[in-house]
């Protein structure tokens, strides 16, 4: 066994030239973690530098020896340890599985052999080319790396794992040596600074020759956007398994990138077989057998646990991983194999993993038993260490007095997961997140805040634990973080420094009020019984008020069921996207009579799709996703994407007339106004474009990333841009020239869009919902509040305001904690000021909480029609024939005006994609179910409801009414223009 910090491959060739099969074990693992890999293994020799004393027990004999300048210790262990490994075997690697203990994979030379000559003939490889040693001895890809070189009389660069810390060092090394052979996974990849990819390693002089990409999904986006289309570099895309080391299939990408929507894993390698049973992917051969764990016979053929697919033309395109195992980093760790070692400890009654699709952090949620005390953590932490891996082992640890469960009956990870989300305080004292960093390199007492955290050992991974932990709710960019740790000259006052920067500028998004009860001996990390999620099952129709509200949350009344629904929902035709949909669907009548949605995608693709059958009338596919919702002004649509462009193109043709970079992801809906757009980038910046002469007005940099669409509103003197930043702070921008006229701080960032809400011929207020859940007023003129009310659960949409009366508003929002609210606004003359009040109307407990806005329109009893409402959501006074980028048209809300004969109807939908329709006091009249969850929101169109879904589709519901309550909707009357609705009424 190998456990040098600078390992030489001169101890492999070595072993393997003396009959002996060799392991390696990185030293910055536990000492009582090294020791027991050993016992595990049978090692009988361990060679180690000198000052690593962990194999100094009785019983073990040591020699030191000289070797190219440097002393190596060589320790004999105990004989009754050893394990025959049979002379074909050549190494030994470990990784987990789905059982309860790690899996030991002994590889024979006839397994990983044909790899070294595949790929030895597949990149002519010859003795002029260098290899880069960059995978971790732990990671079987090394011992393609080194073999390679080793059989082709190629030279090795080997990277020291301090120097793979350093980021500008590490580049400048490879910048000098010039490897030709580079393989890395898609998260090394991305790690490294863009402007080394885009020249270095993807540029037109690239000295890389050959690059080989694997160990997670190959990142086709990144590579599309930062490849140059000079670029000479061979690359593949390479997927295989530990249990058949090391690569077992292969797919060069010998085609423009552009040409490919996914790349698949391609063809067998040398010997190997692949076939796919029931959906999974199974690979082996005759040859490429290993031996896992204690098996004296190897099978033929492996079931790898992942889902595929194999396309029309024949292709096999990887889906997921299957249950509870994934990959972090390129390792792959069993969700089950972590729980059954907790609970094998006797401190737990159960435990959970999971996995933070946000935050990427490894969470451990753990019931206690009885005979748990005061140091449960401390005990379970020491579990950890002594029997995972680094990478495998849980970033968070959290105490629950009960887990929920599903409707089913089964645990509930999500339920779990927003827990874990309600329970994070970003607080951090210096304290805090100095113990963090200490219970992170393996209980490390931290004095010296002087240290640099390269000195400490932090790594890559380390650097990401440390960025999720201080940045959960980041208004900057998690790349920037990370850099900024891994800088050889970031010490941990720097640390501290950037913890308390980032906490200053976003707060938690969830209310203390609303976090559960902490368990008692437990740390502020530990979360407790969520009184909603512990014990009840979602979608429980009960009404009660114990259930669905507590009396003393609101001044309104909690809404009726109605136990006989009146109308009902079926879908008429779903558009596959490729990937989720989260934008909101924005339906206009195009200039040949057509009423098409405009609608993006995760998979970057952004169409106009005719809402009369779901087909298409164009589709552009962009680099990189698109999360933002669009807007639409007469023939131009408008909309952002995380390339950081905002694009320009034509209603009509799809075509492109104009885009224009900003600093990083836009994922702010633009504004049209006065022929030009206004629009928030993540970049932290706020622009005033004109799309007509293609050019930038201004643009301002705020103080935090901007996700909430802007608003502008005023008076012809006073023109002002209203915009909100994740760091918390409202800013009103003059019109013409973007200077600052006034901000206000927050208590909570702001996610929802601002609205701007007229309410006499010259004045207006500015409707803000903060993450805090708090409803908040203010004066455009100098944002002083003018009224506010807290709901104590986080608002991520905004509210959809109708006009009622003169002086009277309905605002319909929805809360994370699974309620829509109906709140009454309302404007009072008590001379010598006018009084404004807000309350709760009446709510309606759904399935699970609202992401986005809900809708709401009229009914016409009489003339038994739909009267579209209009959420002034953007602008104050729109452009004639412009559309809104959210729900269906903007107008002024005094346009929303009712007469007796119209009835209020409201349309929302729940996260879990469960959406009713409830009438204008709350009652339920119909009640729907998408196939996946929903970050969408929905538009009424032609009688039914256009909304997107996280299953990749937009869908178009039809509404079917059962009686003459519910709504027929009318498509002519929503596309009227606005002066021609209002001469009517």
Known sequence: MSSWRFPSPNQSACTLEVGCAFVYVPPNESSTFRVRQ?????????????????????????????????????????????????????????????????????????????NIIDFRKRLEMTESDTVLLLSPLTFD??????????????????????????????TAVLAQHRPTVVQMTPSLLQLLPIEFVRESLLGADSFVRCMLIGGEPFPISFMQKNRHAHNKTRIFNVYGTTEVSCWATCRELTQSLSQFDDVDLGEPLLGTTVCVRDGFLWIGGAERRCFVDNETEAPELRCTGDRVEIDRNGRIVFVGRDDDQLKRSGMRISLTQIEQLVNSSGLTIGSAACLDPTSKELLLFVCLSEKHDSNWRNDITALLKADLPRYARPTSLLAVQSFPVTKHGKLDKSALLRMWRATVDQSYSSTAIVSFLGDMLDGQAIIDHSATLKTLGVDSLGAARLAAEVDRLSGTSRVTLIAQLLDAKTTVADLIGLARRTVDQIDSSYPKAKRPRLLEGTDGASVGEHSELAHQKHGDSSNSEAENLRASDFNGVVAAQNSEPSASFEIVWAWDSGKCIDASPVVTKSITGEVVAFIGSHSGKFAAVLCENGSIKWCRQLPDRIEATCAVNEDIVAFGCFDGYVYFLSAETGEEIWRYKSGDAVKSTP???????????????????????????????????????????????????????????????????????????????VFSHLQSLPFSNDQSALIVADVSGRISLLNCDDGAQLVSDELESSIFGAPFVVRTSGQCWRLYLGTDDGRLCCMRLTRRSQTPVYLWNIAVEWTKRLTTGLTRSPLAFGWDRIAEKCLPFYSHAMNEWPLKGSVSSYNDTIGDLRDNDLCSSQTLCCVAIARDGVGVLLNENGVEMGEFRLPGACFSSPVVVDGGVVVGCRDNNLYYLKLHSLSKSAPSLSLDEQNRPLDERASDR
């Open 141 to 170: 890809p090394s011992m393609v790396e080194m073999f390679l070189a080793l059989s082709s009389g190629a030279k090795l660069l080997i990277v020291p794992s301090k120097l793979k810390l350093d980021l500008p060092d590490f």
């Open 38 to 114: 050993c016992e595990r293994l049978g090692v009988a020799i361990v060679f180690t530098e000198e000052e690593d004393d962990c194999f100094n027990a009785a019983g073990v004999e040591k020699t030191c020896i000289q070797l190219n300048g440097r002393t190596i210790a060589l320790s004999l262990l105990r004989r009754s340890q050893w394990i025959e490994m049979g002379a074909d075997i050549a190494y030994v690697m470990q990784t987990s599985g789905t059982t309860g203990t790690p899996k030991i994979i002994r590889v024979p030379h006839t397994c990983i052999l044909p």
């Open 671 to 749: 504004i049209f106004y006065d022929q030009s757009v206004i629009v928030g980038s993540h970049d932290r910046t706020i622009y005033r474009l004109d799309y007509q002469n293609k050019s930038c007005l201004w643009s301002r940099l705020l103080d935090g990333g901007i996700l909430s669409s802007p608003c502008v509103s005023g008076t012809d003197r006073q023109r002002m841009v209203f915009v909100a930043t994740l760091a918390s702070t409202i800013f009103a921008l003059n019109w013409i020239d973007g200077a600052q006229v006034w901000s206000i701080k927050l208590a909570k960032p």
